[in-house]
């Protein structure tokens, strides 16, 4: 008689299920971390973005980039973005 062993998978972020929904609903420590690293990173550049703009619009002459209250919008969100989400 032959026995066939099976075995014990323990879950952990590969093994779970896959999909979108199944990353923003776990608890799981490590995908948890993928998704802070990576929110982390988009909002460097989005903030890295905002700064550019600035700087560019300062080369122009007399606000030719950007309008006043734009510039200082883009001022506004690059200091809550680089304070707060980065």
């Known amino acids: 008689m032959i026995q066939t ?3 014990h998978v323990e879950k952990n972020y ?3 299920k896959q999909g979108v ?7 799981d420590h490590k995908r948890i971390a993928i998704l802070y690293t990576g929110s982390i990173t988009a909002f460097f550049f989005l903030g890295g973005f905002f700064a ?4 560019l619009n ?3 002459p007399r606000d030719q980039l950007l309008s006043p209250e734009t510039y ?3 001022f ?6 680089m304070v707060w989400f980065s």
């Not at 929904?21 to 608890?27: E, G, K, N, V």
């Not at 550019?52 to 700087?55: A, E, S």
């Not at 506004?76 to 973005?81: F, K, L, P, R």
């Open 5 to 7: 062993v099976q075995a």
């Open 14 to 16: 590969l093994t779970e």
């Open 21 to 27: 929904l199944s990353w923003f609903f776990s608890t």
């Open 52 to 55: 550019l703009l600035m700087r």
């Open 58 to 60: 300062l080369l122009t």
């Open 72 to 74: 200082n919008k883009m």
């Open 76 to 81: 506004t969100m690059h200091g809550i973005i």
